[in-house]
Structure formats: structure tokens, C-alpha cells
């Protein structure tokens, strides 16, 4: 299996650009979780899916974040617009859950977002 | 709520020095605790995990121990490695899917 794949591996943009990541979660796993990390904050829970629906987004920022998962092999974080303090890697992790909480989850390699 | 509590790094020790990473946890239920960890650039990635009280996960020479007694799971290795040098993240499930992670302990292992 390939694992976790997110695209762009970089992005490098301007304040008030919008930003598009990518995730293809590992074939068959029912769960999506986006994160984000700083120096500042570590790592935060942004928002997660399972079988395609977003179960808990209390970690978004704000409203200029956005994410959807349309079927279960894509799912996309979009912040619009962009800006310094969104700076950070953002990881997507996929799982699969069975009955009585969270299995392990599988990271992928991250997204280092720059806003200049 | 859940919440994990690591200690506070950098750790930063010699090759084949014995490593312990403490972590303890607040959490309702029997959660299933977790050790991953970060090697420089990657995401992070399982080093291992106990489902019950006194369970021992173990993988690559590390260690830990879920105490339900102490509500802990300290990570231990007898002999760290250059190689060993990343950051570590104490974990715990919840009913509801989501992972809880500790605010992570980097570690550092000089030749």
C-alpha cells in the first residue's frame, strides 16, 4: 500500500491567496483526521471524518477554514483567504475503527504550508 | 476531559544511555494508549500501544507499561541509538475516534 498521500508536499503563497491541500487516505480505512502543527502550538486536531462525514471540526480555526471529504478515497482542506499565522505542516492521518474507539492511525507525510 | 501530560524536553543524552519519556493521562473508560513518533520531516508513525491496564507495548527496544494504578505509560529503552533522535508523542483514544496527543518531547542522542 502506498500509505497516506498528500499533495503539495510545499506550497508557498501570498497572504489572501487561497489554499487547496490534498489527501488520499490508505484504501479502506473509514476514518480522516486533519491536523496541524507549529512550533508554537504542537499538534492540533483540526477536524475528523468517518465514512465521509465530519464528525468533529471544533478544531478549526475560524471560518476561513473549509474541509470536505466527497467519497472515501479524497478529502481536501481549504483555507480561503490565507494568511501569516496559517503557516504551519498540515498532516493528514487515516484510520480504521472498529467498534469501541480509535485504532491506529496512519500519517501521512505533510504539507509545509508557507504564507508570505 | 481525556488529556495527556508529557515531560517537558529537549532530552538530550549520550549513545547507549538508558532513556525513560514519562507520560500520564487523564481519561474516562479504559482508553487504549499510544507512543508515536517523529522523525525529522516525516509524519508521525506507530512505535507502539497497549489496549488494557498492564499490558506492555513494545517495538524497536522501547518499552512502556500501562498502569492504570500511577495513569501512566512512561516510554523506556535500555540502550539508545543516534538513530533514536525525534520527537516522541503520548497518545490515548477515545470513545468518540479521536486520538489525544501530549504536547510531544523531542529527543536528542549525541555519539
Known amino acids: 500500500d502506498a500509505g497516506v498521500i498528500q499533495s503539495p508536499r510545499h506550497e508557498v503563497t501570498e497572504m489572501g491567496q487561497e489554499v487547496t491541500l490534498r489527501c488520499k487516505p490508505i484504501s479502506g480505512h473509514n476514518s480522516l483526521f486533519w491536523y496541524r502543527q507549529t512550533m508554537m502550538r504542537g499538534l492540533e486536531l483540526l477536524i475528523y471524518?468517518?465514512?465521509?462525514?465530519?464528525?468533529?471540526d471544533s478544531g478549526m480555526p475560524e471560518d476561513r477554514f473549509s474541509a470536505k471529504m466527497p467519497n472515501a478515497s479524497f478529502s481536501t482542506l481549504k483555507i480561503q483567504p490565507s494568511e501569516p499565522r496559517d503557516s504551519a505542516v498540515y498532516f493528514c492521518?487515516?484510520?480504521?475503527?472498529?467498534?469501541?474507539?480509535?485504532?491506529?492511525?496512519?500519517f501521512g507525510p505533510g504539507t509545509r504550508l508557507t504564507v508570505l | 476531559g481525556n488529556s495527556v501530560t508529557q515531560m517537558e524536553g529537549p532530552v538530550t543524552l549520550s549513545e547507549e544511555a538508558f532513556l525513560t519519556i514519562n507520560c500520564t493521562y487523564t481519561a474516562t473508560g479504559y482508553p487504549s494508549l499510544f507512543w508515536y513518533v517523529q522523525y525529522p520531516g516525516e509524519g508521525l508513525q506507530l512505535l507502539l500501544k497497549a489496549t488494557k491496564a498492564d499490558d506492555k507495548g513494545s517495538n524497536k527496544g522501547f518499552e512502556a507499561t500501562y498502569r492504570k494504578e500511577t495513569t501512566s505509560f512512561h516510554l523506556e529503552k535500555g540502550s539508545v541509538q543516534v538513530s533514536d533522535s525525534a520527537v516522541y508523542f503520548c497518545a490515548l483514544s477515545g470513545r468518540t475516534g479521536k486520538l489525544i496527543f501530549g504536547q510531544g518531547t523531542t529527543l536528542q542522542v549525541k555519539p
Open positions: 492521518a487515516s484510520s480504521l475503527d472498529g467498534s469501541g474507539g480509535a485504532g491506529e492511525q496512519f
Open positions: 471524518f468517518n465514512n465521509n462525514v465530519p464528525i468533529d
